[in-house]
């Protein structure tokens, strides 16, 4: 069996709290934990208090740095004062704990004991102790707070892993071009002399008719937003038969790899590793080579996403699973669209045709 990596402890009382906040905050399922007053207010012996899920009662916790901070170690007598000071709680607290940094002390363990029991039969709340083993333990159980711990540490875990966008970033921002034609429909009145011959070409101007494009087998088209996926491998070990799996959240037209969604043709030849379902708004991540290697990075195939002709959000859920650790997390793509504008005059002989409209079209390159 592999040795588990000893947790450093916190540099000082104030980043121990926090941890027991935070620690304790997911162990309870309370999001609504808090601190006890502030600094220099008298706090009844409970520095950290919350209701745990499907409690009514609250639990408090004191938290006492010791050894590095006091070079001193929890006492009997200190155990006795911080549990009179908790009975004047409001309201009555149900369970008390004790959180030190001191090492664990079979004889402080002994004395916590036995105060419990003496608590519960003067129908007071629980008392319990966890020392810095017991935390440590704690902390490598509960995933948020050991990855917001490990975090705050600077320490490199066995398995860590960033997924992001090209940028790097789990936030980008895309332009996306299109076109808007800003018709401008104005009044002509032609002259009753002239003949129809004459004058188609004034007679299709003012009429309308959309000029002929020359067609093109290689046109591209520009209106999509396109973007890829890096995985970075923070951890010091290697990432072993991962895929990735992804969700997309929002309003936008379409989605798919760039192989299929923006009208080029896949080419046989070529593996891809991105594999998008349109009408499901996801998509997995199936790499070609399923290791990589610590301090090692690799990108996936681009994503063609075709938005609405408006600003948009989109949260894209993403959930990591490997041969021996899962982890999940969330990106947010803003795409903007970036008007190219055109103006065009119509020249029509109807007055109650004279007006001016706006038309959004796709950029397509010829």
Known sequence: ??????????????DFENLCKKLWGEIWKCPEIKKNGRSGQSQQGVDVYGNPFGEIDYYGIQCKGKSEYSKSELTEKEIDQEIKLATEFEPALKKFYFATTASKDAKIETYIRKKNIENIKNGLFEVHLFSWEDIVDLIDENKQTHDYYVKSLNFKTEHEVKFVFENNESEMTVLVPFQKTIKHYKQKIIPATDSYLGNSNILFSQLGFPKIKPFSMYSFNKSYCRFYFRLHNLGSQPLEEFKIFLEFNG??????????????IANPNVKYDTFIWNEDKQGKIV????ILVQDDSIGFDTICL?????????????????LNYKTEGELNLIIKPDFEIKEETILVSDPLEVRTTEEIEDCISE
Not at 1 to 14: H, I, T, Y
Not at 251 to 264: A, L, M, R, V
């Open 1 to 14: 069996m592999r040795a588990k990596q000893q947790l450093r402890k916190p540099e000082n009382w104030a």
């Open 251 to 264: 309003e936008f037209e379409s989605i798919d790899t760039c192989t299929k969604g923006s009208g080029i």
């Open 287 to 290: 790499p070609l080579k399923n």
């Open 306 to 322: 075709k938005p609405l002709k408006e600003e948009k959000e989109i949260k894209i859920k993403w959930k990591l699973v490997s």
